[in-house]
T-cell receptor
Framework: KAGVTQTPRYLIKTRGQQVTLSCSPISGHRSVSWYQQTPGQGLQFLFEYFSETQRNKGNFPGRFSGRQFSNSRSEMNVSTLELGDSALYLC???????????FGPGTRLTVL | DQQVKQNSPSLSVQEGRISILNCDYTNSMFDYFLWYKKYPAEGPTFLISISSIKDKNEDGRFTVFLNKSAKHLSLHIVPSQPGDSAVYFCAASDAGNQFYFGTGTSLTVIP
């Protein structure tokens, strides 16, 4: 079956702009989590959605937000971009958050 | 504050030998641990997991050991193969609340 897909794969934005990233989970998976990966910081948890509700949230500023649709697809939005937001953003899906997560290939965001 | 730490950013091992990747954690409430492997330009893929009620879990060439008293887990790969060259992340969670990842260890297996 198809894996987790993320679009776009690459993005270049300038400071102050906003960006929306999209994630389509594996069919049947209702939990979608988002992570930020930067060199030296590993994967930092952003938030997790389950059945259209944000169930968990990491320690990121309010500029980072997300939502999940009824078909479990999820979007992540970052407003007022800063240089430090340059990172690989990974989306992962699972049947339920406590189970194994399947990751997408990520969206590489570069903020200039 | 990093609750899961991988103190070795990189590791090089000869093909056929054992690779040992280490991970330390600080939260005694963590009860589920996983290892992921990541190739460049791809997302992490699940490798092996262990729950806190066990101290060892084996899957083929991969074995994960958990030492709860030391808050330490390790991944052993025997024998190491060139295709194992990747970045390895350990992760931990507390009752499924949230996963905490380490910073990763880049493994290079030399043919």
């Amino acid at each position: 079956k198809a894996g987790v897909t993320q679009t776009p794969r690459y993005l270049i934005k300038t400071r102050g702009q906003q960006v929306t990233l999209s994630c389509s989970p594996i069919s049947g998976h209702r939990s979608v989590s988002w992570y930020q990966q930067t060199p030296g910081q590993g994967l930092q948890f952003l938030f997790e959605y389950f059945s259209e509700t944000q169930r968990n949230k990491g320690n990121f500023p309010g500029r980072f937000s997300g939502r999940q649709f009824s078909n479990s697809r999820s979007e992540m939005n970052v407003s007022t971009l800063e240089l430090g937001d340059s990172a690989l953003y990974l989306c992962a899906s699972s049947w339920d958050y406590s189970n194994e997560q399947f990751f997408g290939p990520g969206t590489r965001l570069t903020v200039l | 504050d990093q609750q899961v730490k991988q103190n070795s950013p990189s590791l090089s091992v000869q093909e056929g030998r054992i690779s040992i990747l280490n991970c330390d954690y600080t939260n005694s409430m963590f009860d589920y641990f996983l290892w992921y492997k990541k190739y460049p330009a791809e997302g992490p893929t699940f490798l092996i997991s262990i729950s806190s009620i066990k101290d060892k879990n084996e899957d083929g060439r991969f074995t994960v050991f958990l030492n709860k008293s030391a808050k330490h887990l390790s991944l052993h790969i025997v024998p190491s193969q060139p295709g194992d060259s990747a970045v390895y992340f350990c992760a931990a969670s507390d009752a499924g609340n949230q996963f905490y990842f380490g910073t990763g260890t880049s493994l290079t297996v030399i043919p």
